[in-house]
Nanobody, 128 residues
Framework: QVQLVESAGGVVQAGDSLRLSCQAS????????MAWFRQAPGQSREFVAS????????SIGGFGKGRFTISREKSMNTLYLQMNALKATDTGTYYC?????????????????????WGQGTQVTVSS
């Protein structure tokens, strides 16, 4: 099992920046990729970004390209999501996720079903 704990989100203004972090513990040696997803009220969970644990290969969802960056501190088992130029449409609950599925090792995975371990979620509200 892998336990994931996200940092607190917050309420920010449009155009602001915010960094989320996620602390992983447990069977982290078997994690092949980690990711961030988000979910707005009444909508399905949406892929934000992923990173592979072997070589740090990253993938960013279309809405986040040029604004969002995913990174990790391997020694501390910490995942980060740096969000810049935030928009009101970025409002939602952000979830950290991890997977033991080996097919995610090379390029990461963007499907929520590919991830077995989830954090509790943290609320990000962007006011316009």
């Amino acid at each position: 099992q892998v336990q994931l704990v996200e940092s607190a989100g917050g309420v920010v203004q449009a155009g602001d920046s915010l960094r989320l972090s996620c602390q992983a513990s447990g069977r982290t040696m078997s994690v092949y990729a980690m990711a961030w997803f988000r979910q707005a009220p009444g909508q399905s969970r949406e892929f934000v970004a992923s990173i592979t644990t072997v070589d740090g290969r990253t993938s960013i969802g279309g809405f986040g390209k040029g604004r969002f960056t995913i990174s990790r501190e391997k020694s501390m088992n910490t995942l980060y999501l740096q969000m810049n130029a935030l928009k009101a449409t970025d409002t939602g609950t952000y979830y950290c996720a991890a997977t033991h599925r080996d097919y995610c090792a090379a390029y990461g995975c963007s499907g929520a079903a590919d991830y077995s371990f989830w954090g509790q979620g943290t609320q990000v509200t962007v006011s316009s």
